[in-house]
């Protein structure tokens, strides 16, 4: 199986693969499925978030939900406003994404933003990167479709 490359997110992979994994398929889906790629964003924060915990030793029961994990009181003492506003932005978008199947036309795109923001507080955070080793977002491309690509379908009948 070929291992798909970010153009955002590879400095996550040799600390979190998983989590490289689904930014790089949020980013990947960015145009051409918006709605996976959200749905994809919210499980990467969901991860990240406990990350974060387990990083941080912050206590947490297994049936906690995400949005109970990013309320409590030690996660929010221990992140920065912005970074929760990101977390909340990435948690009810990509619900209402898997649940309403409703979404804003730039929401992938704002949100892999986000993520990637996300992606390098984190290795600051937990001390596995530096802010020299930060690198600026990379926008996907929207790529179009060459029309000599479809595929026909050809329908004999008798």
Excluded at 33 to 40: F, G, H, N, R
Aim: with cysteine; net charge positive.
């Amino acid at each position: 199986m070929e291992l798909m490359q970010s153009q955002n997110f590879e400095h996550l992979r040799p600390h979190w693969p998983e989590l490289a994994n689904l930014a790089t398929h949020a980013e990947k889906y960015t145009f051409d499925d918006p709605q996976s790629a959200l749905v994809k964003l919210r499980c990467f924060a969901e991860l990240l978030v406990g990350i974060v915990y387990r990083e941080f030793r912050l206590p947490s029961l297994a049936t906690d939900k995400f949005v109970d994990r990013l309320q409590a009181s030690a996660f929010v003492t221990a992140v920065e406003s912005g970074i929760l506003d990101k977390l909340h932005a990435i948690r009810r978008v990509g619900n209402t994404a898997v649940h309403d199947g409703t979404f804003g036309k730039g929401d992938s795109q704002w949100l892999l933003k986000e993520a990637h923001i996300l992606s390098w507080w984190l290795l600051l955070t937990t001390h596995k990167g530096t802010k020299a080793d930060i690198k600026d977002f990379i926008a996907p491309v929207k790529t179009k479709k060459n029309p000599t690509q479809k595929k026909q379908l050809s329908i004999k009948r008798d």
